[in-house]
């Protein structure tokens, strides 16, 4: 009787930064249509309507909005993040160009919006927006996971956390520039 060949160690498979993860996994969840950003400012009805940024056209989950704790609750997430960028080596030369508090009122405002809130965002289409900026994959996980380290540190909740980034992770296909 033969003896099955076992390795004599596992191997643990490659684990990727759990943003980098997360974010490849929630793009390729999405359906395909849902992937395609459409020039949609805001949720029908609300103030945000007829914005001139694009954002996707995804429908926000219902309690986002509350959930990050309204317009000042994502202040001070985009407050966290747009810190941790600057600071951070990997992405921080990136925003050498960027004036930190007009990116923390306009990424503010474009939470606000695609979570369901009252809130207008004016800014550019994110394919404007970044095509003169080198941006690779990596750069866009390394943001993802600073994004989850601003909301960890505001104590929101895993479930609302993923719930954003299934609304955000479309916008990779304008974001990044170098393929």
Avoid: W
């Avoid at 694009?54 to 994502?74: F, M, N, Q, R, S």
């Avoid at 004016?122 to 080198?134: I, N, R």
């Avoid at 104590?155 to 304008?174: N, T, Y």
């Amino acid at each position: 009787m033969p003896i099955p060949a076992t390795p004599r160690f596992a191997v643990p498979p490659c684990r990727a930064p759990r943003a980098a993860a997360l974010a490849l996994a929630l793009a390729a969840a999405l359906p395909a249509a849902a992937q395609q950003p459409a020039a949609v400012a805001a949720p029908p009805g609300s103030a945000a309507s007829g914005a001139s940024g694009a954002v996707p056209a995804t429908a926000a989950p219902e309690g986002l909005y509350d959930a990050l704790g309204g317009k000042p609750g994502i202040a001070r997430i985009m407050n966290g993040l747009v810190d941790r960028a600057f600071k951070d080596e990997r992405i921080g030369p990136l925003f050498k160009e960027t004036k930190p508090q007009a990116l923390k009122d306009s990424l503010t405002d474009q939470i606000c919006v695609l979570s369901g809130g009252p809130c207008r965002y004016e800014g550019a289409d994110m394919k404007s927006a970044h095509a003169d900026l080198p941006i690779r994959k990596r750069d866009f996980n390394v943001l993802v996971e600073l994004l989850q380290d601003a909301m960890d540190e505001q104590g929101v909740a895993f479930a609302q956390q993923s719930r954003l980034l299934a609304l955000l992770a479309p916008m990779h296909r304008d974001i990044i520039t170098v393929r």
